[in-house]
């Protein structure tokens, strides 16, 4: 089995920054995708960022220029660095990961989620 566990939430002031640390551990052979996903009270889950194995990055337009997704694969983290941080970014931020196992299997697996809060 795989464990996602996040940390680094909490509660900062419009134009703040935070950051999320995403540590993941267990039957891991090797991990493709790593990812950031979000979901605000009433709305559906989302992609804020996400980065391969090589080191290639995607974001949501809602963040790009103001988050940056890194990751050490030898140590099987990412980090979500988030600035500027504005109200609509205060949500419920997830962990992503696609592993593939000793075994050959591949999956999808999720953290617990991390409560990210923008108010002053």
């Known amino acids: 089995q795989v464990q996602l566990v996040e940390s680094g939430g909490g509660l900062v002031q419009p134009g703040g920054s935070l950051r999320l640390s995403c540590a993941a551990s267990?039957?891991?052979?090797?991990?493709?995708?790593m990812g950031w996903y979000r979901q605000a009270p009433g709305q559906e889950r989302e992609l804020v960022a996400s980065?391969?194995?090589?080191?290639?990055?995607m974001y949501a337009d809602a963040v790009k220029g103001r988050f940056t997704v890194s990751r050490d694969n030898a140590k099987n983290l990412v980090y979500l660095q988030m600035d500027s941080l504005k109200s609509g970014d205060t949500a419920v931020y997830y962990c992503?990961?696609?592993?593939?196992?000793?075994?050959?299997?591949?999956?999808?697996?999720w953290g617990q989620g991390i409560q990210v809060t923008v108010s002053s």
């Open positions: 992503n990961a696609h592993v593939s196992g000793y075994n050959g299997n591949r999956g999808q697996f």
């Open positions: 267990g039957s891991i052979f090797s991990i493709d995708a």
């Open positions: 980065i391969n194995s090589g080191g290639s990055a």
